[in-house]
């Protein structure tokens, strides 16, 4: 229901993993949150568990601007954009799969792009600056080899930020980026099972040797660390951080 003095959010890909805890966290700042992701028939995650559940595929322009039109119609304004939804697709260049690349590409590039357009004009009117966040990756600043479709979306979501901050600077519309290392989620947990199995070794090595080989602090990241730093930057004191990554990435990007 409409509520004038509460900000509104879009978080998307938020039934679970980082989305669902900024979805959280920003429930207990007092926004109201549109929680869009796929139908929870398809993902069979269930629906969002925080905010009012959207389902919408992202990877398509009619999912982008239902999901604005959607915040709009239930909360009567918008004021921030989280950019969340993503997957990985690990292959060698040579057999990557091209309709993996047009999903990846859809999903972490062109649905933020979709949904900074479609949001833009309300962004424009947020009493307190309009907040537009992409959870991108340190591979938005670094690669890895097999990951061609995943890198160049991050890094291509990270022009766009950059672009959206220059624009949206006369607006009072900050735009950045978080840029986290691993964190305990699904996502991570699939590329764990897979490489144990591909490599015959234990889920633990697969951890430690393979998956967080580029990062010297041997750690995941928790969902709600990054929930923390979202709603950091989404609040009052984030007002200066704009056109940055902002990095967590325990060390990755120090080398
Ligand atoms: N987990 C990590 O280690 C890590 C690290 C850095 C960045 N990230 C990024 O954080 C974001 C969230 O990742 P996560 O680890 O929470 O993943 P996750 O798999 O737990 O959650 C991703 C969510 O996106 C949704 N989604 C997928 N395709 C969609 C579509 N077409 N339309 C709508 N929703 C869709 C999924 O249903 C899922 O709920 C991603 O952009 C990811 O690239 C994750």
Redesign the pocket.
């Known amino acids: 229901m409409s509520n004038p003095t509460r900000r509104a959010a879009i978080v998307?890909?938020a039934?679970?993993?980082?989305?669902g805890a900024i979805a959280a966290r920003l429930e207990k700042d007092g926004v109201d949150v549109l929680a869009?992701?796929?139908d929870p028939d398809v993902?069979g995650?269930g629906p969002a568990p925080h905010g009012v559940p959207f389902a919408?595929?992202?990877?398509t322009r009619t999912?982008n601007e239902s999901a604005v039109r959607a915040a709009l119609d239930e909360f009567g304004r918008l004021d921030m954009i989280v950019a969340?939804?993503?997957?990985q697709h690990v292959s060698p260049i040579a057999e990557f799969p091209e309709d993996r690349w047009d999903s990846l590409i859809a999903?972490?590039l062109t649905s933020p792009f979709l949904l900074a357009k479609y949001g833009w004009s309300a962004l424009r009117t947020a009493p307190e600056g309009g907040r537009f966040l992409v959870?991108?990756?340190?591979h938005a600043l670094v690669a890895s080899p097999y990951k061609a479709g995943y890198v160049a979306a991050k890094h291509g979501a990270l022009g766009l930020v950059k672009t959206l901050a220059l624009e949206g600077a006369e607006h009072g519309i900050t735009a950045c980026a978080i840029c986290?290392?691993?964190?305990r989620?699904?996502?991570?947990q699939r590329q764990v099972a897979a490489q144990a199995l591909a490599h015959n070794m234990s889920e633990e090595r697969v951890l430690e040797d393979v998956i967080l080989a580029a990062q010297p602090v041997k750690r995941l990241i928790e969902?709600e660390e990054v929930a923390e730093l979202a709603s950091f930057l989404l609040g009052p004191h984030g007002r200066s951080f704009t056109g940055v990554p902002v990095s967590m990435d325990q060390g990755w990007t120090a080398r």
């Open positions: 998307t890909g039934a679970g993993g980082i989305g869009v992701d796929l993902t995650r919408a595929d992202l990877t999912g969340n939804a993503g997957f999903l972490m959870i991108a990756s340190a986290p290392g691993y964190v989620t699904e996502l991570v969902p």
